[in-house]
Nanobody, 124 residues
Framework: VQLQASGGGLVQAGGSLRLSCAASVDINRNYVIGWFRQAPGKDREFVAV???????YYADSVKGRFTLSRDNAKNTVYLQMNSLKPEDTAVYYC???????????????????WGQGTLVTVSS
């Protein structure tokens, strides 16, 4: 499985960006797919994940501001990021796996497939 992330960039605080992650396989209902981020000097952290085309889960820090959507026909997931804050600055990675259980979706080490990362910089 190959994941291609895109859409990062430089935006002012309060602005919006939309990230895209295109998968090389049919993600349909079998895959858990979503986004993590890593700021300089910090560990990679969970942002948002859709669990096999059912419910989507968000980190508390992005709830109400970020929205994940998936288009199974295009094998693509999106992360709409609104009301961006300087603390959202990070490299954003999409990740996918077909075997993760619900209790482990926030753990980066559980994912086998990763995109290359796209940098989001939010200026104050």
């Amino acid at each position: 499985v190959q994941l291609q992330a895109s859409g990062g960039g430089l935006v002012q605080a309060g602005g919006s960006l939309r990230l895209s992650c295109a998968a090389s396989v049919d993600i349909n209902r079998n895959y858990v797919i979503g986004w993590f981020r890593q700021a300089p000097g910090k560990d990679r952290e969970f942002v948002a994940v859709n669990f096999r085309s059912t419910r989507t889960y968000y980190a508390d820090s992005v709830k109400g501001r970020f929205t994940l959507s998936r288009d199974n026909a295009k094998n693509t997931v999106y992360l709409q990021m609104n009301s961006l804050k300087p603390e959202d600055t990070a490299v954003y990675y999409c990740a996918a796996d077909s075997r993760i259980i619900l209790s482990s979706i926030s753990e980066p080490r559980q994912y086998d497939y990763w995109g290359q990362g796209t940098l989001v910089t939010v200026s104050s």
